[in-house]
């Protein structure tokens, strides 16, 4: 099984065992002045709250038994990545390491096209599009699939199930950005961050997740996309 597929698997098992707050998660997605790029996810969790999920994994039996969080062969997940090689893609760093309080995995590949990564798993939870809006502007953009909004009595045991987790997505540009709607950004970066611990909207922000970057166009040719 590929790794991104065990990582997708993993998400739910963590809502289940109510341990998705020990997991800190950043992804970087770079684009190029050729339309390619490259992506770059992170995630760490704790190993007390992987030690626990492992041991309810396996006392639940099934799927969350065969999910084994965490476990890592470099080797078999480059192989894995073969079957990606005629979207554009390659993996160009995988690697896993531990500290004294947790374990983490480090994936970064190489994409020829914004169409080629949208085709591999790491954004079945949301779509991304790329289009000129103007002679001197393109926008990259990430929106959320649709969901219904959650109640707010939900929302308040989801915000108690998650305490401590964190999500860090960042988008790079080729040219200088002109405008955002991003927490916080530099002249060609541009991140958001959903801390439940410390952003009390931010369920309801990763619930309506649009995020949208808007950069110059000078000197640049792009394909547009859109995964929609």
């Given at each position: 099984m590929l790794l991104i597929r065990m990582l997708r698997k993993l998400v739910p098992l963590l809502l289940?065992?109510?341990?998705?707050?020990?997991?800190?998660?950043?992804?970087?997605l770079s684009l190029d002045e050729k339309g390619g790029g490259t992506l770059t996810i992170q995630y760490a969790m704790s190993k007390k709250a992987l030690a626990d999920l492992e041991a309810r994994a396996k006392a639940e039996g099934g799927e969350a038994a065969e999910a084994a969080p965490f476990s890592f062969d470099e080797a078999e997940v480059r192989e894995d990545f073969k079957e990606y090689e005629p979207l554009g893609i390659t993996l160009t760093d995988a690697r896993s390491w531990e500290d004294?309080?947790?374990?983490?995995?480090?994936?970064?590949i190489r994409f020829t096209s914004l169409s080629g990564v949208m085709q591999t798993e790491f954004f079945s939870d949301r779509s991304v599009s790329l289009k000129r809006i103007s002679n001197e502007a393109y926008e990259l953009r990430q929106r959320g699939m649709p969901?219904?909004?959650?109640?707010?009595?939900?929302?308040?045991?989801?915000?108690?199930?998650?305490?401590?987790?964190?999500?860090?997505?960042?988008?790079?540009?080729?040219t200088d950005i002109l405008e955002t709607n991003a927490d916080s950004h530099d002249v060609r970066k541009a991140t958001w961050v959903f801390d439940v611990d410390k952003d009390a909207s931010a369920l309801a922000r990763a619930q309506r997740m649009d995020l949208w970057v808007r950069f110059s166009a000078e000197g640049?040719?792009?394909?547009?996309?859109?995964?929609?």
């Open positions: 289940l065992f109510a341990l998705a707050g020990c997991v800190q998660v950043e992804q970087t004294a309080e947790s374990k983490y995995i480090r994936l970064s969901t219904e909004d959650m109640p707010s009595e939900t929302t308040e045991l989801m915000r108690e199930a998650l305490a401590g987790f964190r999500a860090t997505l960042t988008m790079e540009t080729p640049l040719s792009l394909s547009e996309y859109s995964s929609q």
